[in-house]
């Protein structure tokens, strides 16, 4: 089991950036995969990005691709979000997830997912 911290949420203008990082600890060889979902009040959560710790295979839901960009630091055990051209429609709260992926679970499947962090408040208004 890992546990997942995120932190870098805020409140942004439309078209402006943010950055999320989540620090993994505890069990880290339990995990294969690491990546971010989103929630908006009454809607379900929904994939945003994720990656493969070892080889850094990045994987995205396609309406997010070229905005988004997920990152990870093996040093320093950290997964990131960089966002761009934020729009209100991206306002949700951003979890980060860990898992390990065999193959069972596409990467965008929360059942793919065992260990999820607490969630960081994204707002983009103006």
């Known amino acids: 089991q890992v546990q997942l911290v995120e932190s870098g949420g805020g409140l942004v203008q439309p078209g402006g950036s943010l950055r999320l990082s989540c620090a993994v600890s505890g069990n880290i060889f339990s995990i294969n995969t690491c990546g971010w979902f989103r929630q908006e009040p009454g809607k379900e959560r929904e994939f945003v990005a994720a990656i493969r710790w070892g080889d850094g295979t990045t994987y995205y839901k396609d309406v997010m691709r070229g905005r988004f960009t997920i990152s990870r630091d093996n040093a320093r055990n950290t997964v990131n979000l960089q966002m761009n051209s934020l729009k209100p429609e991206d306002s949700a709260i951003y979890y980060c997830?860990?898992?390990?992926?065999?193959?069972?679970?596409?990467?965008?499947?929360?059942?793919?997912?065992?260990?999820w962090g607490q969630g960081t408040q994204v707002t983009v208004s103006s």
């Open positions: 997830v860990a898992g390990y992926n065999d193959g069972i679970y596409a990467y965008s499947a929360i059942e793919g997912y065992r260990s």
